[in-house]
């Protein structure tokens, strides 16, 4: 059996068709008109996998591996330095800046040469200030000496960075600072590409066309899904502002760091390619795993970055923290991305006469992720996991259009379930349905087509509406209702189920598999009245340290709290959290009602501390306290709780990031 594109299963099946547009679409300044990065400079850059250890052999190690690891082949082209490559001093005789010599035995002449032998190029770092970030001479009022001696040195790229800018504010002066660098280039006569630094400070896409070739858009980033998704929110509108030779730079490439799934680094990848953005890969290749390497080499990937139209991609429908991105490529394709910013997997479709193709009986859809081509009668739709991104490239169907398979999608949802942090709440014992669909959106009929539906052992699975179609024509959906039951002693935790599809076309066997339906296990509370701090939750964030049950949140171990105090009164049970925090709790319909005296502990006092205390079940707000600072009594909260699912309690931190130490005192619920 030929096993199709594994795709995962919806949770909520939401369609984002919703047309974002654009007032007025800015015009584009002309671009610098070096004749460099016509397409999006691709390369390495060393500070965010090393920061300041920086050093000739890691440079020269990167050069080879970008030839013996097949990167140099796939495109990749720019070995960059970034800061903390000199010493302190400028040269007193010449005023020239000076490579530390023991992190540059060769010098950066030397590196570059180097680098050159390989059929690379080098790059530098530099900053339009009176010292870069690191704290090395800056460039500001030596940008004629410093091109210079970057042209004499064989430097082939400057990022040129914003910090110690000499208390300059206003966007004629951050002009007048990236200009001043950018004509000195010009004065060398060395191709030298332009790489503006100053993080999207002064919207830097109104004016830095024309004095660079890319310009930062955002602050720094970090290994991290948050960052990565504020990124990518920062960056996408800008797509007016992108062409050949002057791209929007949403930073550096933080894959194979560490700090994400490789879901997450997909998603990073495939948007920066989608974004036309500079591919600058910030990991130690010496150590790259082959899934980080599967990234950083998919070609298909890199051609959508590397098109030459040079056109970044344009949110066509955006809602709900769902995407959908269509980049126009050369030849009359365009590039199609689902992405999910949601923590729960999702169903996202498209279609392609949206996306910018002319009107046509059919398209062929190529995954670029799978590397496999299917075709539609115009629908373009995924379920997308969670952080995920489906990435294709979508053409207008030749006539050779029936040797491809037809596009299918299989979704399941729990339309009943509660969903706490995109997980499914289920409770032992207890059925829930369970609903697939499996769609058909080729020109082709599939046959033979049959749903299934797999839980952990020891579960029951029932299926109550046919799971088999004989025939499934063109936009035609199998949907199938399903009763899981989880086993009476189901142990709290995460499980999965997986939906699947197999089906017949031409003359094989296909199928669609579908996992990570995630559920989460949870009791309802015992009866009677039970403190909070004597029951699980099912999520829990806190600004510092943990969450703590029966003392103040003490902002960094577990248990380095104190007795929980609010103006002199004293709780021995309770719960310390430090604001902005969110509790979750699972009440499976069984409680009516809840207490607490809530304040800010008297280890806070005098402090600046001020929090607001809310108390919700599902999304309705049941209690709020209003702001509280250290002065304030505790004050008694209750909530009905009749009826409700779950429970959250939040506080926020009403703008003071500091000694918000929020504590629900004597905080308990009553179930039945
Ligand atoms: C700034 C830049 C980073 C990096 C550091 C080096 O923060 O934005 O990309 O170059 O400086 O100090």
């Not at 490579?99 to 530098?124: C, M, N, Q, S």
């Not at 995924?382 to 299918?408: E, F, I, K, M, N």
Request: glycine fraction near 10%.
């Amino acid at each position: 059996m030929r096993l199709r594109a594994a795709v995962t299963a919806a949770l909520t099946v939401l369609t984002a068709t919703v047309v974002v547009t654009v007032a007025s679409p800015p015009q584009r300044a002309e671009a610098l008109d070096n004749g460099l990065t016509l397409t999006p400079p691709m390369g390495f850059n060393d500070w965010n996998a090393f920061g300041c250890d920086v050093s000739e052999k890691l440079i020269k190690d990167t050069a080879d591996l970008f030839v013996a690891g097949g990167l140099k082949a796939a495109g990749y082209e720019y070995v960059n330095i970034d800061d903390c490559w000199m010493t302190h001093e400028r040269d007193p005789n010449t005023g020239r800046l000076v490579p530390d010599p023991v992190k540059f035995p060769d010098g950066i002449d030397g590196t570059a040469e180097y680098v050159h032998a390989r059929g690379l190029k080098l790059g530098i770092y530099e900053d339009a200030g009176t010292a870069t970030c690191a704290g090395y001479p800056g460039s500001l009022g030596h940008e004629a000496v410093d091109a210079q001696t970057f042209a004499d040195w064989g430097v082939d790229y400057l990022k040129y960075d914003n910090c110690n800018n000499a208390g300059s504010t206003t966007t004629e002066e951050y002009i007048a600072r990236y200009s001043a660098m950018r004509d000195a280039l010009a004065s060398t006569g060395r191709p030298i590409v332009y790489s503006i630094c100053e993080w999207g400070v002064n919207a830097p896409w109104t004016w830095a066309p024309e004095v660079g070739n890319l310009w930062r858009t955002t602050g720094d980033i970090s290994d991290n899904w948050g960052s990565l998704k504020s990124i990518i929110n920062q960056n996408k509108p800008l797509h007016p502002y992108a062409g050949p030779g002057a791209f929007n730079d949403p930073d550096m490439l933080e894959v194979g760091n560490g700090g994400m799934t490789d879901v997450e680094y997909r998603t990073h990848f495939a948007l920066w390619a989608m974004m036309a953005a500079p591919l600058l890969i910030g990991t130690d290749l010496r150590r790259a795993t082959p899934a980080t390497m599967a990234i950083l080499t998919n070609t298909e990937l890199i051609a959508v970055d590397q098109d030459k139209l040079g056109k970044q991609a344009r949110p066509i429908a955006d809602a709900g923290g769902l995407t959908v991105f269509a980049k126009p490529l050369a030849g009359g394709d365009v590039a199609v991305a689902l992405y999910n910013e949601t923590d729960a997997p999702a169903s996202i479709r498209t279609d392609a006469h949206s996306a910018g193709l002319p009107k046509a009986a059919g398209y062929l859809v190529r995954d670029l992720w799978q590397h496999s081509t299917a075709e539609t009668a115009g629908t373009i739709a995924a379920t997308v996991p969670a952080h995920g991104t489906a990435v294709y490239r979508v053409s207008v169907a030749g006539r050779d259009w029936r040797r491809h398979p037809p596009l299918t999608q299989l979704s399941a949802t729990l339309p009943d379930a509660p969903v706490i942090a995109g997980q499914v709440l289920v409770e032992p014992g207890r059925p829930v349905t369970v609903r697939t669909a499996f769609v058909d959106d080729g020109r082709q009929p599939v046959r033979d087509a049959a749903a299934t539906l797999t839980a952990p052992d020891g579960w029951s699975v029932a299926v109550k509406s046919s799971p088999v179609a004989p025939i499934l024509p063109t936009g035609h959906t199998l949907k199938t209702r399903w009763k899981v039951t989880p086993p009476p002693g189901a142990a709290p935790g995460t499980y999965q189920l997986t939906a699947g599809a197999v089906y017949g076309w031409g003359t094989g066997k296909w199928g669609i598999t579908s996992t990570i339906v995630p559920l989460l296990v949870a009791a309802p509370p015992p009866t009677g009245t039970t403190y909070l701090s004597d029951l699980a939750w099912l999520s829990a964030s806190n600004a510092w340290g943990p969450v703590e049950k029966d003392m103040s949140n003490g902002e960094t171990a577990p248990r380095d709290g104190h007795t929980i105090t609010i103006n002199g009164a004293t709780y021995p049970k309770g719960l310390g959290t430090n604001a902005p925090s969110e509790l979750d709790y699972y009440l499976g319909g069984t409680c009516t009602g809840l207490r607490a005296d809530v304040g800010i502990d008297d280890e806070k006092d005098n402090s600046p501390a001020n929090a607001t205390f809310q108390i919700y079940t599902g999304s309705t707000l049941k209690a709020d306290s209003g702001p509280m600072t250290s002065a304030d009594p505790a004050k008694p909260l209750t909530a009905d709780l009749t009826g409700a699912q779950t429970l959250r309690l939040v506080v926020t931190d009403n703008g003071t990031p500091d000694s918000d130490h929020a504590d629900w005192a004597g905080i308990r619920i009553t179930c039945s």
